[in-house]
Nanobody
Framework: QVQLVESGGGLVQAGGSLRLSCAAS????????MAWFRQAPGKEREFVAR???????SVVDSLKGRFTISRDNAKNTVYLQMNSLKPEDTAVYYC??????????????WGQGTQVTVSS
């Protein structure tokens, strides 16, 4: 079974930047599509960004220009770079492994999440 462990969350000021990391183990990382989701208090989980095994990137429209995803296969790690953070970005951020069929991403493994809090 694949295990995913997020790190890098914390408290940041609005306008600041933060990079989340997700370390994967128990599988062949380089073969996976990886993605980040987030869940704000009282809201549903929402898709943030994904990266395919070949490096194709997608970021949800509302976060394009501020967030981006990357991966380092040698370290079995995927990253979420978050810039120009806003209080509404406050959420638990989850790393996932899944599949992408060219249209839709489907997660099949989830990490425990890491809290990101953006103060105003």
């Amino acid at each position: 079974q694949v295990q995913l462990v997020e790190s890098g969350g914390g408290l940041v000021q609005a306008g600041g930047s933060l990079r989340l990391s997700c370390a994967a183990s128990g599988g062949t990382f380089s073969s996976y599509t990886m993605a980040w989701f987030r869940q704000a208090p009282g809201k549903e989980r929402e898709f943030v960004a994904r990266i395919t095994r070949s490096g194709g990137i997608s970021v949800v429209d509302s976060l394009k220009g501020r967030f981006t995803i990357s991966r380092d296969n040698a370290k079995n790690t995927v990253y979420l770079q978050m810039n120009s953070l806003k209080p509404e970005d406050t959420a638990v951020y989850y790393c996932t492994k899944g599949t992408y069929n060219g249209i839709r991403y489907s997660a099949d493994s989830w990490g425990q999440g890491t809290q990101v809090t953006v103060s105003s």
